[in-house]
């Protein structure tokens, strides 16, 4: 196959796109974020001092872009051991807050299914001590 056919079918800008690296968090030693390194915006963890990133939610679980999101994505609470996550359901942009461990793992929504149908977004204007804010839309 000739160079010039090769170029032609698979532009290089594809391989030097660069990855998005979005709403960071620091607690205990570790940096939170959202990514889009597997394809999908997803939420991130690795060491402060330098590691690599490890996803923090199951594979195939797509976040929504923070910059079009009313609230916060993801809120860290080292002291729970917790991270309160907005997902929604394939989508919907219904979101629900869900706990998943520091470590990562299979989100369990807060609620239940109390507001299963409603839109719900995660407002905190500050570290608050017990974050009980919500907003809830309609």
Not at 10 to 28: D, H
Not at 80 to 94: A, P, Y
Request: with cysteine; aromatic share 8%; charged share 20%.
């Amino acid at each position: 196959m000739s160079k010039e056919m090769v170029s032609s079918r698979f532009p290089i800008q594809s391989l030097l796109s660069g990855r998005l690296l979005l709403s960071p968090q620091l607690a205990e030693g570790r940096v939170y974020f959202l990514s889009d390194m597997s394809g999908m915006i997803s939420l991130y963890a690795m060491d402060q001092d330098g590691s690599m990133p490890e996803p923090l939610l199951p594979a195939g679980l797509a976040l929504q872009n923070p910059h079009i999101m009313a609230g916060y994505n993801y809120f860290v609470l080292p002291k729970l051991g917790k991270v309160l996550v907005m997902i929604d359901e394939n989508g919907n942009e219904n979101y629900q807050p869900c706990f998943v461990p520091l470590q990562g793992g299979i989100p369990e929504p807060v609620f239940g299914d109390k507001y299963k149908n409603e839109k719900l977004g995660l407002l905190l204007p500050r570290r608050p001590k017990n974050p009980k804010h919500r907003m809830l839309e309609s």
